[in-house]
Each structure stands twice: as C-alpha cells, then as structure tokens.
C-alpha cells in the first residue's frame, strides 16, 4: 500500500520531491521499497507522535528546500480504485493550498460509524482556479457517530467521510500550528542533532485536533474515487475478488455461506451455514465477531490491555 500510494502521486508530485515519514524500524525497509526516493528523504521517527509533529517535520525540510512549498500529505494504509479521479480532485485542492489548509471529505456511501465526518459550509467557488468549483468551508468536524448519527449525517448531504488526507503551503501550516499548538514549534526550531530529544518531549496529537478543528483557514474538496482505508476487518468485504460472495485469504473452506470476511494467517478457517461473519484465525488468536460489529474491534483490544494481555496487541 506504501508503494502504491508513491505510484498513485507520482503525477503530482515526483520522487525527488517525495518525503516519508515512518518509524526508525520501518526505515530500512521503506528506503529498499521506495529506492527512486532518495535516502534522506525516508524520515525516521524516534517514535510514533501521532501526525501532527510528523507534519510539522516534513513540513520543516520542504520549507528548507523550497520555500514556497505545497504539502500533499497522504496516509499510505489508502485503497483507491479510480486513481486518475483522484488526483482530478488533489489538483482541485492544491489550487487552494496557498490559502488555506484543504482537506478531501469523501463522498459517503452508507451511514459509516468507523469514520469521523466533515460538515460542509459555505461555497468558496469565488476562490476556485480552473476546475476547483466545489470547494467548500467546513462548518465542523465531528468524531465517529453512532448509527442513529450516521444515517442522520447521510440523509443531510452536507456531511462527508474525514480521509486524512491535507493539501496546503508548508508554511502555512506552520504558521497555523504556531497559532493554535506552539509547543510543536519546537520539531521546527531544532536542529537535526537536537530533534531526537526535542521528539521525545512532544505531545502526541492528531493534525485534525492540533490545527484543523481550530483554524479560520480550513477547506474541503468533495471526492468520490473508490476510497476506503482498510481500517476494519469488514472493510475487507469490499475488496473481495468479483462474483465471489465473501472475502477470503489464507485457506479458507466456506461452505453454504455468503457475506462472510475470512482470514487465515496458518491453519484452515471453515465455515459451515453462516453469513456476515468475520473470522480471523492467526498463529496466536482467533477473532469471531458479526462484519457489522467490526468497528467494535477496539473493545476487544482495551479488553486484551486489562488483562495484561500487551503481547497480543
């Protein structure tokens, strides 16, 4: 997924202007993955700070290389089926990126609980270049709804699935994270030799709680490009091969059954009768849960966490 979405930007924006932000273990191996990008490019991490701080790092060496740089920040765990349509609508976003901190709200197709939404606001057609007419204010973000929430969200219209995915100048989103987070001013006042410490000291936080809910500047493209981010098990479902009726990978034995996410990592996974079931069978632990219950797999996780179960997470 990592390598397809370099592909999938490379129209865009080519390798010698690529940066990857990763940990220190993943490092090596994203370098021999990505070997068009050049090494000091890969930026390693001491440790997992959330996005905001890992923007801010890339945001610090684009500026240094180019001081009117435009950020296009794309999450890498991405599955999008109509590439060519997707960047159609990343080019509409760049248009505004001098002005303003852009993000892609997607097209919902369901009432989606796993997903944070964005309420459209008022049209900024009037700042719109070329193609970019249907560029909009948000009114807000919200977090992950409940069912009731999601379908109240769907029938409105005005409401779109939160991608993750910004467009903006580098330095305006150092300016903006200054105004409304300074304490991560620090990842661009530090020097290289001074960042491992200055990193350990960080607040971890998400962009979208750090600067997005709270800026005056924020916009949103609508996108419908054939986007999900694998986040769930059942998220699967939809990536099942054509005319299958269920998701399957590993061996998998699915008898009188439709519906169905099945995964075995080692062993066999049989089913007999059953439909909309996930299973998931791996060296070390079985997870069996209804596909509409597969946000709840989160509750499985603080469960493991209680019971002292941190080898399993």
């Known amino acids: 997924m990592l390598r397809a ?25 994203v370098r021999e993955m990505m070997p068009e990008v050049p090494a000091d490019q890969v930026l390693a991490e001491p440790s997992g700070k959330n996005t905001a701080p890992a923007i801010a790092w890339a945001a610090k060496v684009a500026l240094d290389r180019d001081p ?8 890498s765990d991405h599955h999008i089926s109509r590439p060519d349509v997707f960047r159609w609508t990343a080019r509409q976003a760049i248009a505004l990126a001098d002005s303003r901190l852009v993000t892609i709200g997607i097209v919902p197709t369901h009432p989606e609980t796993g997903y944070g939404y964005i309420e459209v606001g008022a049209s900024l ?15 807000r973000f ?56 200055v990193w350990s000291e960080l607040e971890s936080v998400s962009i ?3 600067v997005m809910e709270h800026s005056q500047k924020v916009a949103v493209v609508p996108g419908d490009f054939g986007w999900s981010d694998v986040g769930s098990w059942s998220s699967l479902f939809d990536h099942r091969h054509p005319g299958l009726p269920s998701f399957h990978a590993g061996e998998v034995i699915e008898l009188d059954g439709s519906g169905n996410v099945l995964f075995a990592d080692g062993g066999v996974v ?7 079931l996930i299973v998931v069978h791996t060296a070390d632990a079985t997870f069996v849960a209804p596909r509409a219950a597969a946000q709840r797999a989160r509750e499985i996780v603080t469960a493991l966490d209680k019971k002292g179960r941190k080898d399993l997470l």
């Open 208 to 210: 979208d709680y750090a």
């Open 125 to 139: 057609a009037d700042l719109a270049h070329g193609d970019a007419p249907h560029a909009c204010e948000v009114a």
């Open 68 to 75: 009117d740089a435009i950020l296009m920040v794309l999450p």
């Open 142 to 197: 919200s977090e992950k709804p409940d069912l009731e929430t999601a379908i109240a969200y769907l029938a409105s219209e005005r409401h779109l699935w939160n991608a993750g995915m910004f467009f903006m100048s580098a330095r305006l989103y150092l300016d903006e994270l200054a105004l409304h987070r300074p304490a991560l001013g620090r990842v661009v006042a530090s020097s290289p030799s001074d960042l491992r410490t």
């Open 5 to 29: 979405t370099l592909d999938r930007a490379r129209p865009l924006a080519p390798p010698e202007r690529t940066l990857v932000v990763t940990s220190e273990p993943l490092a090596k191996t």
């Open 270 to 276: 049989a089913t007999l009768g059953v439909s909309d």
